[in-house]
């Protein structure tokens, strides 16, 4: 079993696969809903995949800036000790200075790419998706009418344009 600390640790690549909102194992019990997550996979599970991807992708990128202006400042603090150790010698202090100076564009860029903000809106509208699985299976609200399946493709692109269904 992987520490706590890196259980979650960025990866180099963004993830590639989704989760499923309701896992085929789960469904085989209940044989009753089966034309309605015929259409749940037909109208909300692509959109969910969509924004569930770029919510990790956006994760991962946003956690790996994190990580390398981390490290990168505990670098500098090494420098820094050398410094202090070897008063005579101008390399550390240099190297302390490059490294500054990259750690402050890494950290503007980190701000411009807006990773933070970008992965909060596509988890918002992932896991608005998620929770139409379960509104379309409980027939309430918009959901309880006969034509359900018009009111839930509504609601799928309300939630990808931003707007709430």
Same mark, same amino acid.
């Given at each position: 079993?992987?520490?706590?600390?890196?259980?979650?640790? $960025?990866?180099?690549?963004?993830?590639?696969?989704? !989760? +499923?909102?309701?896992?085929?194992?789960?469904?085989?019990?209940?044989?009753?809903?089966?034309?309605?997550?015929?259409? #749940?996979?037909?109208? &909300?599970? $692509?959109?969910?995949?969509?924004?569930?991807?770029?919510? /990790?992708?956006?994760? =991962?990128?946003?956690?790996?800036?994190?990580?390398?202006?981390? @490290?990168?400042?505990?670098?500098?603090?090494?420098?820094?000790? /050398?410094?202090?150790?070897?008063? +005579?010698?101008?390399?550390?202090?240099?190297? @302390?200075?490059?490294?500054?100076?990259? /750690?402050?564009?890494?950290?503007? &860029?980190?701000?411009? #790419? =807006?990773?933070?903000?970008?992965? /909060?809106?596509?988890?918002?509208?992932?896991?608005?998706?998620?929770?139409?699985?379960?509104?379309?299976?409980?027939?309430?609200? $918009?959901?309880? +009418? =006969?034509?359900?399946?018009?009111?839930?493709?509504?609601?799928?692109?309300?939630?990808?344009? !931003?707007?709430? $269904?």
């Amino acid at each position: 079993m992987a520490p706590s600390l890196f259980v979650r640790f $960025p990866s180099l690549r963004a993830p590639r696969s989704s !989760g +499923e909102v309701i896992p085929v194992e789960s469904r085989a019990r209940y044989a009753a809903l089966a034309s309605d997550f015929a259409v #749940l996979d037909r109208l &909300v599970a $692509p959109a969910f995949r969509a924004s569930d991807l770029a919510a /990790l992708s956006h994760q =991962n990128r946003y956690r790996r800036q994190q990580v390398t202006i981390l @490290l990168g400042s505990v670098v500098a603090s090494g420098l820094g000790g /050398l410094q202090a150790v070897f008063a +005579e010698q101008r390399w550390p202090g240099l190297l @302390l200075a490059a490294l500054g100076i990259a /750690l402050a564009a890494s950290s503007r &860029v980190t701000s411009e #790419l =807006n990773a933070q903000s970008d992965y /909060l809106g596509e988890r918002v509208k992932a896991e608005r998706l998620r929770a139409l699985h379960f509104r379309f299976l409980s027939r309430t609200g $918009p959901f309880a +009418e =006969n034509d359900r399946a018009s009111a839930l493709r509504r609601a799928v692109v309300a939630i990808e344009s !931003g707007r709430e $269904p």
